[in-house]
């Protein structure tokens, strides 16, 4: 099928230039892909005549990089009264144990909708509810040993989200300490079994994982603290982190996790990884929010990506990250929304400039070009998908249009800082992911009761 869509305004590189908002923009879609990206060409120009118009500002599909997609039913419950990450985690631990592959597969089917919604076309989701609440695999009455990891990847088909499933390694409570509770779900035994059962897995999507699908296949580790390091230099031995298979892991996004590190190896969480040779160009450091500047110098070395997550980063509590000395130092940036307490490219782009401000005192660290690069090109391709996050052809055909006419951008120039600096989730009124339209501002009542209906199930 063949599309041809007119844009009003589109933020995008022709050849020999930089990205920049050009008016008047014609593109053509044909199997998922641009396949031409030209301005109209005026009256004679019958291909623009013949469009599909999308008044307002379009922009490539956005990256969602860090995504717990179940966090979503913590929403407006967690944020009551005071205590900490650790207490936070106690209420995500007691929503886990509820979850079974049918009621995760409906509520990740509603979360995907409503980042859909909000102008993400790929998510990277951070998966490690892998078993039964008692630890032991589903069977095959229940779906089958990937139930869960299925009921990710089923849902984002449904709704025609890309997803890279970042299936994850988790080992231990802690430093020495082996898992318990509710983490029995997350655990695999051992890194060999890890190992066995991310092998079993990547068998069943065989016939998804092709380069056209929406599936994509990475590792994660869920921490330094709940991969000891035996596990991790078997991981390290085996591959895991060497090749070009995203890798993902949380770092160093509590002070406690530093200090337990140093205690057990010596090494703060980026030397451990260094020294098991897991830091590379496809390596994503989710946080990195205290870091030393050694560390800052390791990862800026390797060309490891680090996955800020500004608005679950300040709702936690968990500190701010130094997002511009990491890029300066070689690292590249890209965002995720986490733990959903917001859905919004945008306010994760701006959040990050903005926590730059109040950490330095002073304005103008990432420009609007910058931060858009990140949550689109970079962020695509922290998740294995190279060929997403710009409008071009021969990339896949994602368009994020904005209105610039409601109360938050009317008069703010309809360019890249109207995107960054003013607009919010609520004003994108079309998205399309590989060429397909998922969402229409006449949608948008029916993600709110989607949503209500697929948590009261998780809660009930």
Known sequence: MTTTYRLERAWLALPGQAPRVHDDVVVRVERGRFTEV????????????GAVRLAGLTLPGLADTHSHLFHRALRGRVQRGGGSFWTWRDDMYGLAARLDPASYRVLARAVLTEMLAAG??????????????????????????????????????????????????????????????????????????????HADLRTVLADRLDEDGGVRLGAALHSVRAVPPTALA????????????????????QVAENDQCRAATGLTPTGLLARHGMLGPMT?????????????????????????????????????????????????LTLGSDSHAVVDPFEEMRAV?????LAAQRRGHFT??????????????????????????????????LDTAT?????TGADEHTAVFAATAADVVHVVADGRVVHRASDAPAVGALLAGAIEAVRA
């Open 38 to 49: 030209r301005p109209a060409g005026g009256p004679e120009d019958a291909l623009a005549a």
């Open 368 to 401: 609007a070009a910058e931060l858009l690069a990140s949550a689109t090109v970079d962020g695509h391709a922290s998740l294995g998908v190279h060929d997403a996050g710009r409008i071009a052809a021969g990339a896949r055909a994602d368009l994020v249009t």
């Open 407 to 411: 109360p938050r951008t009317a008069g």
């Open 284 to 332: 994503s450091l989710v946080h990195a929010t205290h870091l030393t500047p050694a560390d800052v110098g390791t990862i800026g070395s390797a060309g490891a990506h680090v996955a800020f997550c500004p608005t679950t980063e300040r709702d936690l509590g968990d500190g701010i990250g130094p997002a511009r000395a990491l890029v300066d130092a070689g690292a590249r």
């Open 234 to 253: 078997e991981l390290a031995a085996a591959g895991v982190g060497g090749g070009a298979e995203p890798l993902h892991v949380h770092l160093s996004e």
């Open 353 to 357: 400039e903005m926590h730059e401000r």
């Open 120 to 197: 993400f076309t790929g998510v990277g989701e951070f998966h490690y509810v892998h078993h039964r609440p008692d630890g032991t695999p589903y069977d095959a009455a229940d779906g089958g040993p990937h139930a869960m990891a299925l009921a990710v990847v089923d849902a984002a088909a449904e709704v025609g989200m890309r997803v890279t499933l970042l299936d994850t390694c988790y080992l231990a409570a802690g430093f020495g300490r082996p898992t318990e509770g509710v983490q029995k779900r997350f655990d695999d035994g051992s890194a060999a079994a890890w190992l066995r059962r």
